[in-house]
């Protein structure tokens, strides 16, 4: 019988679909291992061959733990909410809904089609109300919440209402937003309206002003990953950044918590540095200045590292969007900085931190003066100082700073060398060491302990304190869009009041058009009767990280109607003990599904305070990008190897059309109506295309199908060859010429069991021979893909399946452990020939072979024999043998005698196990 691969694949595809092979639960008397994938947008695109490589390597590991005996939860569904489903809606008339649900059964064909062992049971859509009731419920629950900085956790409001009652502001020690302070007697005297405002500073879900990325074209903000180049990643339409009342999740509240347990983690070192580097701890001290503008007095406090470099402060900078450039632009400056700030609003903050060549900026007019030296400096506006980060002000000490040092340099501003001996003629220095120098009552000392004296004298003259800042930002929450979760939130009297939990879901509304409505505001004002009760509802819908913050968590417990997951469900899963994404998602994802968790951590909801124990990162399967060369001004297209000799267009060509870098002529005249009388000269009979490696795009036409692979080779082979390209975390190219020799390898596996019409198999005993090649491929999987180097496991299942294949190896007890090491790579050819032993029950559940190292070890050395140190031949002699032994053995060889000849042995050293060395004379 042969290797039918599209039958055998669509007959155990729907054997595991019928069965429910993968479907799971809680059992108390295994061991539990989760393991999750980033769930996908469901985009119109469907999956081409880069997405399924994360899926594939967490798929062979939960088969794996499977194999070891752990009770496996594998999920899967679909971040089924966002902006690109909104605006083809907007763009067809079709409802995002319709459009959403038909991508995902695409993808859900795709994914089936190659065969993974998800228990699809536990299904998740985001877009689902079933599902997003508990996203609703998560952020009420953040809504009445607050942040106790003596306890350090969340706790209810009830509480701070308390605190209030007792002693007024000063007794509540909270994660809050600046405002005024009040004594008991005041909030009691405080209206209802004055005591909303007040508590929102203080929720840990909260309305507040903040700085957005607002695009007016899709009338909506933004996230940073939306923008690029001042410009929507979808539409290029013009982004400015925009200062908006915004629903926020107070995220730094925890940025503490978030910097201390990354080292309780199993990510890497790279992903655990960007996540340090984004929440970004600063140790150092608010210090005051005073301003000048027009003869007027204004106190503006900076936050520095490095107190102990003041006296090196020649100017000062305000961020674009600071509320201090009003105050501080002298009169006859007004335009010059009205139109900076304006230019400054079309670039997002992320792309004002990456941007390093080039420097602008603007005088204000006026000036502040150096708390310590007396000094009148300068105050400039640029963009390279950001308003989300300290005050929104800085001290500049251009001598010891690069971007100060290169603003100075731009602007002709003074550059104040504070470390004796240092040259900062042609950049800064790094001033962490040295003695200080030009810095009054500091200089002589050495830079750490100037750093301390400097923070003592701040505090002691009552220039300043010492702080801790944070780079982390809390998290903006509303998107003006439709295609959301919807706000649990109406208005009464212009307070912001909580839905009832009985009363979610709160869904959608029907609605035929999802623009923004005639006056600007979200799609939702257009809706009909948008309220609770006659009083208005949330107008903004929430961002597509809200569903996928905790969607980890509802796979424990997906049809649970009571809860986000019960105390049993999650009490047994407890956390994701593997997770498989795209680094891409480091800074957003992954933070604000830790700050989610240990939200939910601290009122009990979740006996985890860390969600992903493991993090793997994926690395890209970039495209092969395949050319032809038109000779220019005719429809003749020239063989790559001659192109030289012609003047050539190169021109991008469609990869499915070429294979192993061979151009099928034929469907490329039928490919565009363009080329349907192209001609060619040929290389050889053929014609070969150039090449180059770039991102999968369709403008390229180098996206691979997986669907098209699947057909031509199958799953087996896919799944294999992805894994074969290269280690999972790394980047590799998508190159067809590899996929043949990967589905050779599968044929020649099957051979060892079937050839033709005659099953193969026998309950021989196996050799001596044949037992070490199956137990040294034991040791080899199971230490490889603890280490998730897959690629290496398949390359040692090809040599062992050659060695067998030359050992003409049919027996039962190597063969049916071989079918059970292949099948977390290649389940559905071991599923079949699992049947064909004689098995009943799926290979998912068999045993991981033992691994006996016995049978590894080799009984038998090679002996490089030399005469007078020069090697002449080798003697293979038993392990077993002692020094005098392998020297008689020596001395008796037929071959000793050829090169002793009519000399003398002197003299035989012996290395038992390694050398020879026969001494003549």
Not at 801 to 814: I, Q, T, Y
Not at 890 to 914: E, F, H, L, N, W
Request: hydrophobic share 35%.
């Amino acid at each position: 019988m042969d290797y039918d691969f599209r039958a055998i694949e669509s007959k155990w595809q729907k054997r595991w679909a019928e069965e429910k092979t993968f479907a799971v639960k809680e059992d108390s008397g295994k061991k539990k291992y989760y393991v999750l994938d980033m769930f996908p947008y469901p985009s119109g695109a469907g999956l081409h061959v880069g997405h399924p490589l994360g899926y594939i390597a967490s798929d062979i590991y939960a088969r794996y733990k499977r194999l070891k005996g752990f009770n496996v939860l594998h999920p899967m569904g679909y971040d089924a909410f966002g902006l690109p489903a909104e605006q083809y809606a907007i763009q067809t008339g079709q409802h995002p809904e319709k459009t959403t649900s038909e991508n995902i059964a695409r993808y859900r064909t795709q994914l089936d089609r190659i065969g993974f062992s998800y228990d699809w049971d536990r299904e998740v859509r985001t877009c689902d109300p079933g599902f997003y009731k508990w996203t609703q419920w998560a952020f009420l629950k953040m809504f009445d919440s607050w942040y106790s900085l003596d306890l350090d956790k969340a706790r209810p409001i009830s509480e701070l209402l308390s605190l209030f009652e007792q002693g007024g502001s000063a007794a509540a020690h909270a994660a809050c937003t600046e405002g005024e302070d009040f004594t008991a007697e005041q909030w009691k005297s405080f209206d209802e309206k004055r005591r909303a405002d007040i508590l929102m500073r203080y929720r840990i879900a909260y309305q507040g002003e903040t700085s957005v990325n607002w695009c007016e074209g899709l009338g909506t903000v933004l996230a940073n990953d939306e923008v690029k180049d001042g410009l929507s990643v979808r539409g290029g339409f013009p982004v400015e950044q925009k200062k908006m009342k915004q629903w926020q999740l107070r995220v730094s509240a925890y940025a503490a918590r978030l910097l201390d347990s990354l080292d309780t983690l199993d990510w890497t070192d790279s992903l655990k540095e960007m996540q340090r580097n984004w929440i970004g701890r600063s140790e150092g001290t608010e210090m005051i200045f005073d301003t000048v503008c027009d003869g007027r007095h204004l106190p503006v406090t900076i936050f520095t590292t490095r107190a102990d470099t003041v006296f090196g402060v020649t100017f000062m900078v305000l961020a674009p969007e600071s509320p201090l450039v009003a105050e501080l632009t002298a009169k006859g400056h007004e335009t010059e900085v009205a139109d900076y700030v304006q230019s400054a609003r079309k670039k997002t903050e992320r792309e004002r931190i990456a941007e390093t060549r080039s420097v602008t900026g603007v005088f204000t007019g006026s000036y502040g003066i150096n708390p310590l030296s007396g000094e009148k400096i300068p105050i400039w506006v640029s963009e390279y100082v950001l308003a989300s980060y300290g005050t929104g002000a800085i001290m500049a000490v251009p001598a010891h700073d690069s971007r100060d040092y290169a603003f100075a340099r731009k602007f002709s501003l003074p550059i104040i060398p504070l470390i004796e001996g240092c040259d900062v003629s042609e950049e800064s220095f790094d001033a962490k060491e040295g003695i200080m120098c030009n810095s009054g009552f500091l200089n002589g000392m050495p830079v750490k302990q100037a750093i301390e004296a400097a923070k003592d004298y701040v505090e002691a003259h009552g220039l300043g304190r010492r702080k801790t800042n944070w780079r982390l930002r809390d998290a903006i929450f509303s998107r003006q869009r439709y295609w959301g979760e919807p706000f649990p939130i109406y208005y009464r009297d212009g307070i912001a009041c909580p839905l009832p939990e009985s009363e979610l879901p709160l869904t959608l509304p029907e609605m035929e058009s999802f623009k923004p409505s005639a006056d600007g505001r979200p799609p939702l004002a257009n809706a009909k009767d948008w309220t609770w009760h006659g009083y208005p509802l949330e107008l903004s819908t929430m961002p597509g990280f809200a569903g996928s913050s905790a969607y980890y968590l509802r796979y424990m417990d997906p049809h649970n109607g009571e809860a986000l997951v019960s105390r049993e469900a999650d009490g047994y899963w407890r956390n994701v003990d593997l997770y498989i994404g795209g680094t891409e998602h480091a800074t957003g994802h992954l933070i604000y599904s830790r700050f989610w968790n240990k939200f939910l951590y601290d009122l009990g909801y979740v006996c985890e305070s860390e969600p992903f124990a493991k993090l793997i990162n994926q690395g890209m399967i970039q495209g092969r990008s395949s050319f032809v060369y038109r000779i220019v001004g005719t429809n003749t297209f020239v063989s790559r190897g001659l192109k030289d000799k012609y003047e050539t267009t190169e021109i991008h060509v469609d990869v499915n059309i070429v294979h192993n870098d061979r151009l099928d002529t034929e469907a490329f005249k039928a490919w565009r109506p363009e080329y349907a009388d192209a001609q060619f000269i040929l290389e050889d009979g053929e014609y070969v295309c150039g090449w180059a490696i770039e991102k999968m795009s369709k403008s390229m036409y180098n996206v691979v199908n997986p669907d098209d692979v699947c057909e031509r080779y199958g799953a087996d082979t896919l799944r294999l060859y992805e894994m074969f390209l290269g280690p999972v975390e790394q980047s590799k190219p998508w190159d067809t010429k590899g996929i043949d020799g990967v589905h050779r390898f599968l044929r020649k596996f099957w051979r060892l069991y079937c050839e033709k019409d005659d099953f193969l198999v026998t309950d021989a005993e196996p050799l001596p021979s044949e037992l070490k090649v199956l137990h040294r491929l034991i040791g080899k999987e199971e230490a490889d893909i603890k280490a998730f180097s897959y690629n290496t496991v398949i390359s040692a299942f090809m040599i062992a399946v050659n060695e067998l294949s030359a050992l003409d190896c049919h027996k039962r007890a190597v063969l049916e452990p071989l079918a059970v090491l292949l099948s977390p790579f290649a389940p559905h050819i071991c599923e079949e020939l699992w049947e064909m032993l004689g098995h009943g029950r799926s290979i998912s559940f068999a045993t991981f072979p033992e691994y006996v190292e016995a049978y590894t070890v080799e009984d038998s050395c090679s002996y490089p024999v030399s005469f007078n140190g020069k090697t002449r031949f080798t003697l293979s002699l038993p392990k077993s043998l002692g020094a005098a032994e392998v020297e008689a053995e020596v001395r008796s060889c037929p071959q000793t005698a050829k090169y002793v000849a009519d000399k003398t042995i002197v003299k035989v050293i012996v290395v038992p196990g390694r050398i020879v060395n026969v001494v003549i004379k």
